[in-house]
T-cell receptor, first 112, second 116 residues
Framework: DQQVKQNSPSLSVQEGRISILNCDYT??????FLWYKKYPAEGPTFLIS?????DKNEDGRFTVFLNKSAKHLSLHIVPSQPGDSAVYFC???????????FGPGTSLSVIP | GAGVSQSPSNKVTEKGKDVELRCDPI?????LYWYRQSLGQGLEFLIY????????KSGLPSDRFSAERTGGSVSTLTIQRTQQEDSAVYLC??????????????FGEGSRLTVL
């Protein structure tokens, strides 16, 4: 039973345009959400996070939006760059359990 | 370096053999996680260590899997009697405390296990 879902396994975007990666979750107890980026043959690296008490967090070209009522969050990358091509994992944490749960990932390709 | 170090980076073994995967977390990080990523799949939680507390083993897929963390630092993930379905990249991550105040887990580059 997947608690963190990323329903799009892949996404292609033209360079300079906006990339929107979506994530849905089922556990209303999650209090912290994170996005990680992974290049081939490397470990995931932290990108941006958001607390459940907020609805938006912005860091440069990256913005994460949280809609708690819909149990949905999204990562916006604008403008998209070829170097953004990677697999993006959505992750969430339940304070009741000491573990971070990851979604299956979305592979983003930014086309020059 | 100062990052999370994992070894070996690649391991090919025969079905039925035991393997050990090692993780050196960032110095001072009290939390340590093991995840695995099978081909085309997401990151599957395996086990979590926090300080001297009993580890959370809820993600271990079978009793062939075990892990220990000696002295609150280095961790070893052991897979006994490996099966082909154990083939995956095994990722270790560490963080300060639970890592959630900063929202950041620091991952190693992973150990790719191939079971023939």
């Amino acid at each position: 039973d997947q608690q963190v879902k990323q329903n799009s396994p892949s996404l292609s975007v033209q360079e300079g345009r906006i990339s929107i990666l979506n994530c849905d979750y089922t556990n209303s107890m999650f209090d912290y959400f994170l996005w990680y980026k992974k290049y081939p043959a490397e470990g995931p690296t932290f990108l941006i996070s958001i607390s459940s008490i907020k609805d938006k967090n912005e860091d440069g070209r990256f913005t994460v939006f949280l809609n708690k009522s819909a149990k949905h969050l999204s990562l916006h990358i604008v403008p998209s760059q070829p170097g953004d091509s990677a697999v993006y994992f959505c992750a969430a944490s339940d304070p009741s359990y000491d573990k971070v749960i990851f979604g299956p990932g979305t592979s983003l390709s930014v086309i020059p | 370096g100062a990052g999370v170090s994992q070894s070996p980076s690649n391991k090919v073994t025969e079905k039925g053999k035991d393997v050990e995967l090692r993780c050196d977390p960032i110095s001072g990080h009290t939390a340590l996680y093991w995840y695995r990523q099978s081909l085309g799949q997401g990151l599957e939680f395996l086990i979590y260590f926090q300080g001297n507390s009993a580890p959370d083993k809820s993600g271990l897929p079978s009793d062939r899997f075990s892990a220990e963390r000696t002295g609150g630092s280095v961790s070893t993930l052991t897979i006994q009697r490996t099966q082909q379905e154990d083939s995956a990249v095994y990722l270790c991550a560490s963080s300060l405390n639970r890592g959630l105040d900063t929202g950041e887990l620091f991952f190693g580059e992973g150990s790719r296990l191939t079971v023939l």
